[in-house]
């Protein structure tokens, strides 16, 4: 790990721990089914372990192949940059790791990294578009969902937009980048392990909200987690979406039913519910890199 790493890891841990202590979010309310908590902890690690998996697939389609221990390694120990501001240094992070064990350009590596970030963002909507269809409440959010979709689409799988990408990117840093395309057919292939990361997610988040509720929720609710979390990245402004999140979490709760007292104590409970599997996710991101450096040390041995 180079320095530069090691210093984005520190930093990240630091601004972690200030925002955890500025959000106030230590704040627990009522557990109705400790069961179902129990259960959606279990769907959320499950979910979160889908991360690195996919990643790792739309790498290998852009023809950059990790290793498994590199991939776990690289998403565990960058987990918590995402709270430091510029919304970049996860993905920059992410890929500098593998970009330093596999001698990959870390510019090209990247711009697929924020490719994936695209599709599980992409296909965040979808499911959010699911859950408001089954609430009947496509007409609220519909519109601004549908051309928020769109226009990921275009960028996702357009030359236009990715030309337009390469430009940006030159007048901000000063330097071409090359952005890998990727076909229908590539990304259909690792899509998969997106829907399944969000499938866990959404069922973890459906249980969380079982396990805080004294009445029927209907399943409809977990689909919005997708579209919550979606919608905070593009809140470029607030670290980890922290705010943006949680208020459209309650926006939607809203739609199904809740009010706002009890959608305003979920979607708080959810940020901690959540920050309990990027722990989890940092761990396993520890274990990973002892376990690559015990392999290179191997390989060095004549």
């Known amino acids: 790990m180079k320095h530069w790493f090691r210093y984005l890891l520190y930093a990240s841990l630091l601004f972690f721990a200030v925002a955890l202590y500025k959000a106030n979010y230590l704040v627990l309310p009522r557990i109705y089914s400790p069961a179902a908590l129990a259960g959606s902890i279990a769907l959320l690690f499950l979910g979160l372990f889908c991360d690195p998996i996919s990643w790792r697939a739309i790498l290998r389609r852009s023809g950059h192949p990790a290793g498994f221990r590199e991939c776990f390694a690289a ?85 236009a937009a990715q030309a337009l990408a390469r430009r940006a990117y030159k007048k901000v840093l000063g330097r071409q980048i090359t952005i890998p395309r990727l076909s229908i057919r590539s990304t259909a292939a690792a899509m998969p392990w997106f829907v399944l990361m969000w499938l866990f997610v959404s069922g973890g988040f459906y249980l969380l909200v079982v396990g805080l509720s004294p009445h029927h929720v209907p399943f409809s609710v977990g689909l919005g987690f997708p579209m919550t979390v979606t919608l905070g990245v593009f809140a470029v402004f607030a670290p980890a979406g922290i705010g943006v999140r949680e208020g459209a979490m309650v926006g939607y709760l809203a739609l199904a039913g809740f009010s706002t007292q009890e959608a305003a104590a979920v979607s708080i409970t959810a940020r901690l519910w959540y920050l309990l599997g990027e722990v989890f996710m940092f761990v396993i991101g520890l274990a990973a890199n002892a376990a690559v450096k015990r392999a290179q040390k191997t390989r060095a041995r004549p």
């Open 75 to 159: 998403v565990g120990l960058s987990m918590f940059a995402k709270y430091i501001p510029g919304k970049i240094w996860a993905i920059v992070g992410r890929a500098g790791y593998v970009a330093e064990k596999r001698s990959y350009s870390l510019g090209t590596l990247t711009s697929v990294t924020v490719t994936w970030q695209l599709i599980l963002l992409w296909l965040g909507l979808v499911f959010g578009a699911c859950g408001l269809v089954l609430l009947d409440k496509i007409l609220v959010w519909g519109w601004p969902i549908l051309f928020l979709w769109l226009g990921l689409t275009a960028v996702i799988f357009g030359d």
